[in-house]
């Protein structure tokens, strides 16, 4: 109660003595936009100047009070007042060791938010007058490369599906579809802006496929709110023969288990150079005569036989190394074992051997 009593007070002084002369003596000059990028430091850029009549008048001058108010935020965000300085958690001079000579009264947000963004209004009183003056803060946060999701994941040319593309960022820009020849789709998908807790816009676009006619490759590209390109994802949808040239899967084509042992069948993905960033989506091994697959890995889930697992102990999909490791080897484990992997960024088959040895 006591400082909001103080500032009331403050900031009557400042309005009613605002017509008279008190104004001529200090300006405060303010960069007037100030742009940050979200969760780095973001500085407003404002300096005391005080008029040549002053330097005659006031040989010293002193800064008694600066206040640093968010236009919607009730409590000063800084607030220096006769040598006691007090600011929310977050802001500061930004001058690391200011004092009251000091006139760069420039504010320092630590960690940019996107409710940082808005109007600033500050306040200084001198020994030799006072003045307020405004600063605006543009928030941005660059666009994620985003990702691509198909439905259903091992989409083909030959079945209807959807691709599902979404990016994050801010301020509101917009997402588009490109072909395999770099043109934009005639028909755009509606553009989906959900807002993240942290303010950020999450945009979302689904682009229907249907069977036959596609393209082999879509891209989705992410414009920034001046409409500039900031990034994009391809994806190459299976079945194309594009896709298969794309991802390749070298697997050792003969792998010799011992009876009761571990036996591992090992199998690498390679990507093309051009490809970026690129996501697994799937990974499917399976054996002749065995029905159901002996390992799965799709939608983020893995499921398997008993006994089998990925090699790599914290696999993920980023992991190329997507070798098969049986646990306890037996005679009826020897025979042909078929590895599918799908990308976003296309798909491909290999098959390996392995052959069981050892006392039986
Ligand atoms: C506010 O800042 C602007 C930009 O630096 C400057 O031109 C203007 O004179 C300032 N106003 C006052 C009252 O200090
Ligand atoms: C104010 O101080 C900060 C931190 O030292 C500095 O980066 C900035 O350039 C200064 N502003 C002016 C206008 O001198
Ligand atoms: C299958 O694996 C072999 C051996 O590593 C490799 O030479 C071949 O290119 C692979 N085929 C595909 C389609 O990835
Ligand atoms: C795949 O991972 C397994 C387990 O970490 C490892 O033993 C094997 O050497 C890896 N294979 C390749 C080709 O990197
Ligand atoms: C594995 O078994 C197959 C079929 O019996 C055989 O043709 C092949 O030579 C064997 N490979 C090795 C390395 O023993």
Same mark, same amino acid.
């Given at each position: 109660m006591a400082s909001a009593g103080f500032l009331l007070l403050t900031l009557a002084v400042l309005n009613s003595i605002g017509s008279s002369q008190g104004? @001529?003596?200090? +300006?405060?000059?303010?960069?007037? &936009?100030?742009i940050g990028q979200y969760e780095q430091e973001s500085r407003l850029d404002c300096?005391?100047?005080?008029?040549?009549?002053?330097?005659?008048?006031?040989?010293?001058? +002193?800064?008694?009070?600066?206040?640093?108010?968010?236009e919607g935020v009730e409590e000063p965000v800084l607030k220096y007042n006769h040598g006691k300085l007090t600011s929310l958690p977050g802001y500061s001079f930004a001058e690391p060791s200011w004092n009251n000579k000091n006139v760069n009264v420039s504010l320092l947000i630590h960690k940019t938010a996107v409710k940082d963004e808005g109007v600033y209004t500050c306040y200084v009183f001198t020994n030799s007058g006072f003045n307020k003056n405004q600063t605006r803060l543009s928030v941005? @946060?660059?666009?994620?490369?985003?990702?691509? &999701?198909? !439905?259903? !994941?091992?989409?083909?040319?030959?079945?209807?599906?959807?691709?599902t593309c979404k990016s994050t960022g801010y301020p509101k820009g917009r997402l588009s579809w490109f072909d395999k020849d770099d043109n934009a789709l005639l028909e755009q998908p509606e553009v989906e802006v959900l807002k993240t807790e942290n303010g950020l816009f999450l945009l979302s676009s689904t682009l229907k496929i249907q069977g036959g006619s596609a393209f082999s490759q879509y891209t989705c590209k992410v414009f920034n709110a001046r409409g500039d390109e900031e990034v994009e994802k391809s994806f190459n949808s299976a079945?194309?023969? &594009?896709?298969?040239?794309?991802?390749?899967?070298? $697997?050792?084509? &003969?792998?010799?288990?011992?009876?009761? !042992?571990?036996?591992?069948?090992? $199998?690498?993905?390679?990507?093309?150079?051009?490809?970026?960033?690129? +996501?697994?989506?799937v990974v499917i091994w399976s054996r002749e005569g065995v029905e159901e697959p002996i390992l799965k890995y799709e939608n983020g889930k893995l499921t398997s036989l008993p006994g089998y697992l990925f090699a790599e102990p914290s696999w993920n999909n980023k992991n190329v190394n997507v070798s098969l490791l049986i646990h306890k080897t037996a005679v009826k484990d020897e025979g042909v074992y078929t590895c599918y992997v799908f990308t976003d960024s296309g798909y491909n088959i290999n098959h390996t051997r392995l052959n069981v040895t050892g006392e039986l």
């Amino acid at each position: 109660m006591a400082s909001a009593g103080f500032l009331l007070l403050t900031l009557a002084v400042l309005n009613s003595i605002g017509s008279s002369q008190g104004y @001529a003596f200090v +300006e405060i000059h303010c960069k007037t &936009q100030n742009i940050g990028q979200y969760e780095q430091e973001s500085r407003l850029d404002c300096v005391i100047h005080y008029s040549e009549r002053d330097v005659v008048d006031v040989e010293d001058p +002193e800064i008694m009070v600066v206040i640093w108010r968010k236009e919607g935020v009730e409590e000063p965000v800084l607030k220096y007042n006769h040598g006691k300085l007090t600011s929310l958690p977050g802001y500061s001079f930004a001058e690391p060791s200011w004092n009251n000579k000091n006139v760069n009264v420039s504010l320092l947000i630590h960690k940019t938010a996107v409710k940082d963004e808005g109007v600033y209004t500050c306040y200084v009183f001198t020994n030799s007058g006072f003045n307020k003056n405004q600063t605006r803060l543009s928030v941005t @946060a660059k666009y994620g490369v985003p990702t691509i &999701q198909p !439905q259903p !994941q091992d989409i083909d040319l030959n079945t209807d599906g959807s691709l599902t593309c979404k990016s994050t960022g801010y301020p509101k820009g917009r997402l588009s579809w490109f072909d395999k020849d770099d043109n934009a789709l005639l028909e755009q998908p509606e553009v989906e802006v959900l807002k993240t807790e942290n303010g950020l816009f999450l945009l979302s676009s689904t682009l229907k496929i249907q069977g036959g006619s596609a393209f082999s490759q879509y891209t989705c590209k992410v414009f920034n709110a001046r409409g500039d390109e900031e990034v994009e994802k391809s994806f190459n949808s299976a079945g194309s023969s &594009q896709s298969e040239a794309f991802v390749k899967i070298h $697997c050792k084509t &003969q792998n010799i288990g011992q009876y009761e !042992q571990e036996s591992r069948l090992d $199998c690498v993905i390679h990507y093309l150079e051009e490809v970026e960033d690129p +996501e697994i989506l799937v990974v499917i091994w399976s054996r002749e005569g065995v029905e159901e697959p002996i390992l799965k890995y799709e939608n983020g889930k893995l499921t398997s036989l008993p006994g089998y697992l990925f090699a790599e102990p914290s696999w993920n999909n980023k992991n190329v190394n997507v070798s098969l490791l049986i646990h306890k080897t037996a005679v009826k484990d020897e025979g042909v074992y078929t590895c599918y992997v799908f990308t976003d960024s296309g798909y491909n088959i290999n098959h390996t051997r392995l052959n069981v040895t050892g006392e039986l």
